[in-house]
């Protein structure tokens, strides 16, 4: 028991002697992670506004009714989707995101007048729609693992 307690005793006294020689080197690898997140983010910010976009194409290309002769008899109802009548509204959705090393930022809209009406207005909700509905895949590509 004695010849063991003599060896700890020296390992110790080998260790500290040894403690005074040694240096640490510190690296900061905080601007790569950053960087590194920054870009992972801008990049599930552009996955998140290609899915709502598309998303709201389908929810919106439902056709109007139309009679034989070509008048609509059937538009959308308030509460609805709203019905494509020209498509126009459809192929005028756009996408754009924007990132800096503070923030990831995405937009989904569309350049028409009358959007803002139908979103608006009309209570004929689109892209709110669309988005609420999708939220909870939006939550888990933006806040899923690095």
Avoid at 9 to 37: F, H, L, P, S
């Amino acid at each position: 028991m004695a010849k063991s307690l003599k060896a700890i005793e020296n390992a110790r006294q080998r260790m500290a002697a040894g403690a005074g020689r040694k240096v640490a080197n510190t690296e900061w690898y905080i601007n790569e992670v950053c960087d590194k997140v920054a870009m992972t983010l801008s990049k599930r910010m552009k996955v998140v506004t290609e899915l709502v976009r598309s998303k709201t194409v389908v929810n919106i290309s439902i056709a109007v009714v139309k009679s034989p002769t070509g008048r609509v008899i059937q538009r959308s109802k308030s509460g609805e989707f709203p019905r494509a009548d020209t498509a126009e509204l459809m192929r005028t959705l756009f996408t754009h995101h924007d990132s800096t090393k503070s923030r990831v930022i995405g937009y989904v809209g569309t350049p028409m007048d009358y959007a803002i009406k139908l979103e608006l207005e009309l209570n004929r909700k689109f892209l709110s729609r669309t988005l609420f509905e999708q939220f909870s895949n939006i939550e888990r590509i933006l806040l899923g693992p690095i």
